[in-house]
């Protein structure tokens, strides 16, 4: 089955305690993002990649890293995650730019 | 930077009616315009999207519209049903990179 999948789905941590979500496609997709979703403002894309080794940011970078080392992963890292990070977060990927990009389940992050 | 302006915040409709999504986008070399639905607690998924070339796409009940000139695209929906009820995100995206911009959604509820 053709899908996106992150991990852990749901996580409570506390201010300064590092911490990593995983993301992972089986479609073979070159493209793929991260985004953290907060009420009132919509979907924010964090980072994306546009293929192995290639990553850029996106409109709301500080505070996190993204590393692309095989086509179908792409984790997202806070290095001291702070209470400002308490968010929905979702991973992405595309076949190509720019088309329909398939979401992942979301990870829901509180940050205490 | 860019921004993608989305009204209205939350719009409620008697089941059988039409319901329109209006965006406005700030960034003239977006090429790529695709509307996503998010049931509540899901994911987003796409449901619509058009392209820079075209002024109007179709699809059931669902429809597009694009006006470059004026940086401004629409959702349409028409015989609305329950299980229309969402959220709506309307987004914009160009060549040279998957930097994608979303508006900040809407709330659409279908009264039966």
């Known amino acids: 089955e053709a899908q996106v999948t992150q991990n852990p789905r749901y996580l409570i941590t506390v201010t300064g305690k590092k911490l990593t979500v995983t993301c992972s496609q089986n479609?073979?997709?070159?493209?793929m993002s991260w985004y953290r979703q907060d009420p009132g403002l919509g979907l924010r894309q964090i980072y994306y990649?546009?293929?192995?080794?290639?990553?850029d940011k996106g409109d709301v970078p500080e505070g996190y890293k993204v590393s692309r080392k095989e086509k179908r992963n792409f984790p997202l890292i806070l290095e001291s995650p702070s209470p400002n990070q308490t968010s929905l977060y979702f991973c992405?990927?595309?076949?190509?730019?720019?088309?329909?990009?398939?979401f992942g389940p979301g990870t829901r992050l509180t940050v205490t | 930077g860019e921004n993608v302006e989305q009204h209205p915040s939350t719009l409620s409709v008697q089941e059988g009616d039409s319901a329109v999504i209006k965006c406005t986008y700030s960034?003239?070399?977006?090429?790529?315009f695709p509307w996503y639905k998010q049931e509540l607690g899901k994911r987003p998924q796409l449901i619509i999207d058009?392209?820079?070339?075209?002024g109007e796409k179709k699809d059931q009940r669902i429809a597009v519209t694009l006006n470059k000139t004026a940086k401004h695209f629409s959702l349409h929906i028409t015989e609305t049903q329950p299980e229309d009820s969402a959220v709506y995100f309307c987004?914009?995206?160009?060549?040279?990179?998957?930097?994608?911009?979303f508006g900040a959604g809407t709330r659409l509820f279908v009264k039966a």
């Open positions: 992405a990927s595309s076949v190509a730019e720019p088309y329909e990009q398939y």
């Open positions: 479609m073979n997709h070159e493209y």
């Open positions: 990649s546009m293929n192995v080794e290639v990553t």
């Open positions: 960034d003239s070399a977006s090429n790529y």
């Open positions: 058009i392209r820079s070339n075209v």
């Open positions: 987004a914009a995206s160009g060549t040279g990179g998957f930097k994608t911009i």
